[in-house]
T-cell receptor, first 115, second 108 residues
Framework: DTGVSQDPRHKITKRGQNVTFRCDPI?????LYWYRQTLGQGPEFLTY????????KSRLLSDRFSAERPKGSFSTLEIQRTEQGDSAMYLC?????????????FGSGTRLTVV | DAKTTQPNSMESNEEEPVHLPCNHS???????IHWYRQLPSQGPEYVIH???SNVNNRMASLAIAEDRKSSTLILHRATLRDAAVYYC?????????FGTGTSLTVIP
């Protein structure tokens, strides 16, 4: 088990372009989470999936953001028409959910810079 | 509003104990308290978690106040590798609520 993998590690894009990030969770984990982290701040919740169902979305997830988890395995997070304010670290985590006592395993993140 | 509040930064001498405090006055009865730490350009890494009782593992100890409105992460002997941002987190079951974290500096 290689943990949670995120690709790419870094992405520089021009304002207005679309970007897509991928997350491969730990294979037996049924939950997958996306968080966003700006410089000097703690991670903020964006959305989570249980298997292939997207169960909750934060108000931070504007219409330009969409996440999918087809077949309950890997997940993608797409940002359309990127803005400079989207520059952040995007973190993916997974867990085997059986209650609030379960911890998450985080990936190393994708750092997005919008120029 | 953040559900947890922590000091922005703390310093410790190497090989001395470190006590990292956290306030979570709005915690509900079913919320778990988790602690993670994060190195630059890395994702957060699990340290310890608990519900009501104090917890010990090979990395640290977690002391939870009787009213559960605060907790303290204890590193028994700080090493240079413990320098990181430490996050106190409330886990509601569906998501982690992070605060702004405490940046720990370990002085050789």
């Amino acid at each position: 088990d290689t943990g949670v993998s995120q690709d790419p590690r870094h992405k520089i894009t021009k304002r207005g372009q679309n970007v897509t990030f991928r997350c491969d969770p730990i294979s037996e984990h049924n939950r997958l989470y996306w968080y966003r982290q700006t410089l000097g701040q703690g991670p903020e919740f964006l959305t989570y999936f249980q298997n292939e169902a997207q169960l909750e979305k934060s108000r931070l997830l504007s219409d330009r953001f969409s996440a999918e988890r087809p077949k309950g395995s890997f997940s993608t997070l797409e940002i359309q028409r990127t803005e400079q304010g989207d520059s952040a670290m995007y973190l993916c985590a997974s867990s085997l959910y059986s209650g609030a006592g379960n911890g998450y395993t985080f990936g190393s993140g994708t750092r997005l810079t919008v120029v | 509003d953040a559900k947890t509040t922590q000091p922005n930064s703390m310093e410790s001498n190497e090989e001395e104990p470190v006590h990292l405090p956290c306030n979570h006055s709005t915690i509900s009865g079913t919320d778990y308290i988790h602690w993670y730490r994060q190195l630059p350009s890395q994702g957060p890494e699990y340290v310890i978690h608990g519900l009501t009782s104090n917890v010990n593992n090979r990395m640290a100890s977690l002391a939870i106040a009787e009213d559960r409105k605060s907790s303290t992460l204890i590193l028994h002997r700080a090493t240079l590798r413990d320098a990181a941002v430490y996050y106190c987190i409330l886990n509601t079951g569906n998501q982690f609520y992070f605060g702004t974290g405490t940046s720990l500096t370990v002085i050789p």
